[in-house]
């Protein structure tokens, strides 16, 4: 089992930055591929951004060019760093991690992200 506490969500004004971050616990040992979704009011949730634990990233197109994700294996944590954020990046913000060979999946609780016009 991977427990995920995530932190570093707020409010924040259009243009303006924050950084999310996601520790795992537990059997870390297993963890491969970590990750960020997010779900909007009314809206599904959607991947936001994955780092493999070679390091390879992937972006929705919505926020390449804005996000950077990382991770520090060290400390068994994953980063989210948003910047120029807009209205539409308002969100719950969940961390999401694969172990055991991308097998296992485990959800954060989610952090709240309020991005202000």
């Known amino acids: 089992q991977v427990q995920l506490v995530e932190s570093g969500g707020g409010l924040v004004q259009a243009g303006g930055s924050l950084r999310l971050s996601c520790a795992a616990s537990?059997?870390?040992?297993?963890?491969?591929?970590m990750g960020w979704y997010r779900q909007a009011p009314g809206k599904q949730r959607e991947l936001v951004t994955t780092i493999s634990s070679g390091g390879s990233t992937n972006y929705a197109d919505s926020v390449k060019d804005r996000f950077t994700i990382s991770r520090d294996n060290a400390k068994n944590t994953v980063y989210l760093q948003m910047n120029s954020l807009k209205p539409e990046d308002t969100a719950v913000y969940y961390c999401?991690?694969?172990?055991?060979?991308?097998?296992?999946?485990?959800w954060g609780q989610g952090t709240q992200v309020t991005v202000s016009s």
């Open positions: 999401r991690v694969w172990a055991g060979g991308n097998i296992k999946a485990y």
């Open positions: 537990g059997s870390t040992f297993s963890i491969n591929t």
